[in-house]
């Protein structure tokens, strides 16, 4: 609040039984509690000195953390949960299909599709959560929206689709932008600029990752082990969005990046290698 209003804030202290310490700032107590505001600001600037805290932002909004960093807490669950999805996925591929496995045929250029788009969708989430306000409704028409953009590309590509490098380079485009361009510029704008503003923010990536899927699943020879591993790499992706904790949501789109970019090159190779075979 200090950071944000340049003025520490009036702090009101009771027994309310919930939300027992109110935090007051802004024009209306501009005048208020001078004597508190300056112990506020004696006993800041100790902590500050004595002690390496991460001031919250919009980009790491962690009230509840003294540093970045991913709780041990976190990191049992997300272990937890990884070690019972893989312990699944490999009983139920024994139960469907004795005698093979699922490990024997890795596609990681899908498991890294997978996992990229759901960094990416929560991402994409967080943000247009602090354009619009972070409720049901908008995380509801995000959604609605990503599935959407994501059929389009689908169905554009059908129809007549890019070269794949283009596709590649225009989304790793579309997350540079994106990484790089200021999100209060959305809140300055008129509705109409702001809302077409949020569709091309959300749409761009998707679109181009959409289409990019679309050419590297086309490819396939087996169909149902790709798809197995997009859902794996989409479970890990989910998990890896715990990172935010330690990098800030930004660095998000800089991971989903790494992530298409090394799909696309073993793409590249996997394609090679089966021409040189044929």
């Given at each position: 609040l200090a950071e944000v209003f340049e003025e520490y804030p009036v702090i009101h202290q009771g027994d309310f039984e919930l939300f027992n310490r109110s935090f007051m700032v802004g024009p209306a107590f501009s005048q208020v509690?001078?004597?508190?505001?300056?112990?506020?600001?004696?006993?800041y600037s100790v902590?500050?000195?004595?002690?390496?805290?991460?001031?919250?932002?919009?980009?790491?909004?962690?009230?509840?953390?003294?540093?970045?960093?991913?709780?041990?807490?976190?990191?049992?669950?997300?272990g937890m949960i990884l070690l019972t999805a893989l312990i699944m996925v490999h009983l139920s591929t024994l139960k469907l299909n004795p005698g093979s496995s699922i490990w024997r045929s890795v596609?990681?250029?899908?498991?890294?599709?997978?996992?990229?788009?759901l960094v990416l969708n929560t991402k994409s989430v967080t943000e247009i959560g602090l354009i619009w306000g972070n409720t049901w409704m908008t995380n509801s028409l995000t959604f609605a929206s990503i599935?959407?953009?994501?059929?389009?590309?689908?169905?554009?590509?059908?129809?007549?689709?890019?070269?794949?490098?283009?596709?590649?380079?225009?989304?790793?485009?579309?997350?540079?932008?994106?990484y790089l361009f200021p999100?209060?510029?959305?809140?300055?704008?008129?509705?109409?600029?702001?809302?077409?503003?949020?569709?091309?923010?959300?749409?761009?990536?998707?679109?181009?990752?959409?289409?990019?899927?679309?050419?590297?699943?086309?490819?396939?020879?087996?169909?149902?082990?790709?798809?197995?591993?997009?859902?794996?790499?989409?479970?890990?992706?989910?998990?890896?969005?715990?990172?935010?904790?330690l990098l800030g949501f930004k660095a998000l789109y800089l991971i989903a990046l790494v992530f298409y970019l090394i799909a696309f090159l073993l793409f590249l190779r996997r394609e090679k290698t089966s021409v040189a075979q044929s």
């Open positions: 509690d001078h004597q508190g505001r300056q112990a506020l600001h004696t006993a902590i500050t000195e004595s002690h390496n805290i991460d001031i919250p932002s919009d980009d790491w909004p962690y009230l509840y953390l003294e540093s970045r960093q991913v709780g041990t807490f976190y990191l049992m669950t997300i596609d990681l250029p899908m498991f890294l599709f997978g996992a990229a788009f599935l959407f953009v994501l059929l389009v590309s689908t169905l554009v590509f059908a129809y007549r689709p890019l070269p794949l490098g283009i596709c590649f380079g225009l989304l790793a485009a579309s997350l540079i932008t994106l999100l209060p510029v959305l809140l300055a704008l008129p509705l109409p600029l702001k809302i077409l503003g949020t569709i091309l923010f959300v749409g761009l990536p998707f679109f181009f990752a959409g289409a990019s899927f679309a050419g590297v699943f086309k490819s396939s020879t087996n169909v149902a082990n790709a798809l197995g591993w997009n859902v794996i790499g989409a479970l890990c992706g989910g998990l890896l969005e715990y990172l935010n904790m």
